[in-house]
């Protein structure tokens, strides 16, 4: 594994990579975008977009 150098900044703005099970490009579409905007992850972490 990679090492990783991380900045220890307290509200730092943080990016993360999805992959699909064998790369399906299946969050390229509108549904699954409403279907993840739909979801009730928003309820539970609050968060803005940029």
């Known amino acids: 594994m990679p090492y ?3 900045s220890k900044i307290a509200g730092g703005t943080y990016f993360f990579t999805q992959v ?3 790369r399906q490009p299946w969050l390229c579409s509108d549904l699954s975008g409403s279907l ?5 992850g928003l309820a539970v972490f ?3 977009d940029l």
């Not at 993840?36 to 009730?40: I, M, N």
């Open 4 to 6: 990783y150098r991380r």
């Open 46 to 48: 609050e968060f803005t």
């Open 36 to 40: 993840l905007r739909s979801g009730g």
């Open 20 to 22: 699909t099970h064998q």
